[in-house]
């Protein structure tokens, strides 16, 4: 047999192309299509989810999964890396130009898996272990990576959390300070999940000036908005930047972090070899392809439609009677309490989910329950505005909602 020609009689190059053929995983197959199909079906108001386009996907799902890149870009610790470095380079170039930052001011790392890790990354990068972080309480629309005792960021560094006002429902700057200048953290951490409202950065400046403390804005639930234009750039105030790209940015799931010069080289360091192995690189290149979808026009009328559908949401909800914590919304998201009608927010998220609504069920501030079965819901308008709904849409799901909780107060 010729070297050309192998078993069976195919070339190298036809048993390779047969190899990287869809794999017939018949039961797999079924279970992704069954997925599909659910997401295709329900209204999706979980705010932290988006529906990322076919060429995301398609890069997410290409041969550099194959490829092991430990390091940076040239500067590896595998050979084969030459295509690869012009993809990492061209994400990293994109997370700049996006959020019009400048090459002499700031840097980005695009290696971070998600947010959880990022944020770890920055933490072991800046703060010594056992050193204090300031961060909002997971309870009242922060974060577990925000040092919550149960994450191992309130393992390894102490948190100092802060609250919103019982009166307003949102952040109290004043407080704050005090907290700040009392305890004096080494990273104040400004960033949410469940917080509706726009974040002052300056203030958030001041009080880490004052205090003496890092600022790290955490915008992962935000930055879509940011990079259309319709919530305010943190890269003003802030040292460190953290992103995921999954949420508003609708990439793939993953995370940047943006630093000022003086702080990337010890992020590098954290994130690889601190805290990774061999970065993702098909994930690379989808938020290559991401960020450069959200530098689109179509992006910016996307990021100003997200906005429009929370607010009109918001208010038609208000209007049935709901109450919404802190009376509205700035962003893509907010939250009902819903046991000032009498239904917990498991109770309220399973009634929805019953009839094709999708939110998760969440603690409102000052919450008297559980986390387990907390007061309220989140909801986000992310992924529904993916699916092209407008402000009538929402009206037409805000009837719906008000009409599946309204019949369910017996279900607690
Ligand atoms: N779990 C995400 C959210 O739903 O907001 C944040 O990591």
Not at 290 to 301: D, V
Not at 309 to 327: C, D, M, P, T, Y
Request: glycine fraction near 8%; hydrophobic fraction near 40%; charge should be positive.
């Amino acid at each position: 047999m010729s070297r050309k020609f192998c078993a069976r009689g195919l070339s190298r190059k036809q048993r390779f192309l047969r190899y990287t053929e869809k794999v017939k995983d018949k039961v797999l197959e079924k279970l992704i299509k069954s997925e599909e199909k659910r997401q295709k079906g329900v209204i999706n108001l979980i705010a932290s989810e988006n529906y990322a386009s076919k060429d995301v996907l398609s890069a997410l799902g290409s041969v550099l999964t194959n490829k092991y890149a430990e390091g940076y870009p040239e500067k590896r610790y595998y050979g084969g890396n030459q295509i690869v470095d012009k993809i990492e380079n061209l994400a990293r170039a994109r997370s700049l130009k996006l959020f019009g930052l400048s090459q002499e001011k700031w840097d980005s790392n695009v290696q971070p898996y998600s947010g959880t890790p990022a944020n770890a990354e920055i933490y072991s990068a800046l703060v010594p272990a056992g050193e204090k972080i300031m961060g909002l309480r997971l309870d009242m629309g922060g974060h577990l990576s925000h040092g919550h005792k149960v994450s191992f960021t309130g393992k390894f560094w102490q948190q100092i959390s802060y609250g919103v006002s019982q009166k307003t429902e949102m952040l109290n700057y004043e407080e704050i300070a005090e907290i700040a200048k009392k305890e004096r953290p080494k990273l104040i951490v400004a960033g949410f999940t469940a917080y509706s409202r726009i974040i002052d950065f300056k203030k958030f400046r001041k009080i880490a000036d004052d205090a003496g403390a890092i600022l790290l804005i955490d915008m992962s639930h935000f930055s879509g908005l940011v990079a259309g234009g319709v919530y305010p750039s943190p890269f003003p105030y802030a040292d460190i930047v953290m992103t995921t790209t999954h949420k508003t940015l609708r990439g793939p799931r993953g995370a940047i972090i943006f630093s000022k010069k003086e702080f990337s080289t010890a992020i590098d360091k954290a994130v690889f070899p601190g805290f990774q192995g061999g970065p993702h690189e098909n994930n690379i290149a989808a938020i290559a392809v991401a960020l450069k979808e959200a530098m689109s026009p179509a992006f910016k009328k996307y990021a100003r439609q997200i906005v429009k559908n929370a607010k009109v949401l918001a208010a038609e909800l208000q209007n049935k009677g709901w109450r919404i914590i802190s009376g509205g919304t700035d962003t893509h998201l907010f939250l009902m309490d819903t046991w000032s009608r009498g239904i917990s927010g498991k109770a309220a998220q399973d009634l929805l989910e019953a009839k094709g609504i999708v939110v998760n069920k969440n603690t409102i501030p000052f919450d008297i329950r559980s986390p387990f079965d907390p007061s309220g819901i989140r909801i986000g308008t992310p992924a529904v505005t993916t699916q092209g709904m407008k402000a009538k849409d929402m009206k037409a799901v805000a009837k719906k909602i008000n009409e599946i909780l309204s019949g369910g107060r017996k279900f607690n």
